[in-house]
């Protein structure tokens, strides 16, 4: 049972535009959520996060929305750069001693010149 | 920011053999590290959660007698794959929290069983 689901496995768009992506999550007892960057052969490379009492989250060109009540969270890439082509993972995790960050499959993005 | 070391970034070895992988984190004290494993175009897939100075605690699937796994120290977690076989052939990446929610990870090592 996938407790974090990236559905698409792929997007591609123009440089300059908005890249957005998409992570919906089936645990309640999620609230906090990172988005992380991921290089082929690398570790993930923290980009974002959001807590669940805040609706959403920005850090220079990327922006993290999250609607609770759909559970669902979106990061936003704007503009998108070349540079940005990679691998996202959306991670969530509940708070607790024990927590731990559960990933979705990721999404590659691919942004064209 | 915080670092977290993973070495050996790529190892080869033959079947039946055991390899080692460490896991340091440079900056900060961990004391609770954490290793995935990830199958081409796939997700992370913890493994196992690692403690310093009590035992792992394992993902259901996951055979704690082949993934040995000891966190001697606050900076120190390292992942012994014992006798190795091709399907264990993977990219093996660890992360370490520091704080409620910082995680670090890895930089990963790719794992090639001959």
């Known amino acids: 049972d996938q407790q974090v689901k990236q559905n698409s496995p792929s997007l591609s768009v123009q440089e300059g535009r908005i890249s957005i992506l998409n992570c919906d999550y089936t645990?309640?007892?999620?609230?906090?959520f990172l988005w992380y960057k991921k290089y082929p052969a690398e570790g993930p490379t923290f980009l974002i996060s959001?807590?669940?009492?805040?609706d959403k989250n920005e850090d220079g060109r990327f922006t993290v929305f999250l609607n609770k009540s759909a559970k669902h969270l979106s990061l936003h890439i704007v503009p998108s750069q070349p540079g940005d082509s990679a691998v996202y993972f959306c991670?969530?995790?509940?708070?607790?001693?024990?927590?731990?960050?559960?990933f979705g499959k990721g999404i590659t993005l691919s942004v064209r010149p | 920011g915080a670092v977290v070391s993973q070495h050996p970034s790529r190892v080869i070895c033959k079947s039946g053999t055991s390899v080692k992988i460490e896991c340091r984190s440079l900056d900060f004290q961990a004391t609770t590290m954490f290793w995935y494993r990830q199958f081409p175009k796939q997700s992370l897939m913890l493994m196992a959660t690692?403690?310093?100075?009590?035992?792992?605690?394992?993902e259901q699937g996951v055979e704690k007698d082949k993934f040995l796994i000891n966190h001697a120290s606050l900076t120190l977690s390292t992942l012994t794959v014992t006798s190795a076989h091709p399907e264990d052939s993977s990219f093996y990446i660890c992360s370490a929290r520091q704080g409620v929610n910082g995680y670090t990870f890895g930089s990963g090592t790719r794992l090639t069983v001959v």
């Open positions: 959001i807590s669940s009492i805040k």
């Open positions: 991670a969530a995790s509940a708070s607790g001693a024990n927590s731990k960050l559960t």
């Open positions: 645990n309640s007892m999620f609230d906090y």
């Open positions: 690692s403690n310093e100075g009590s035992k792992a605690t394992y």
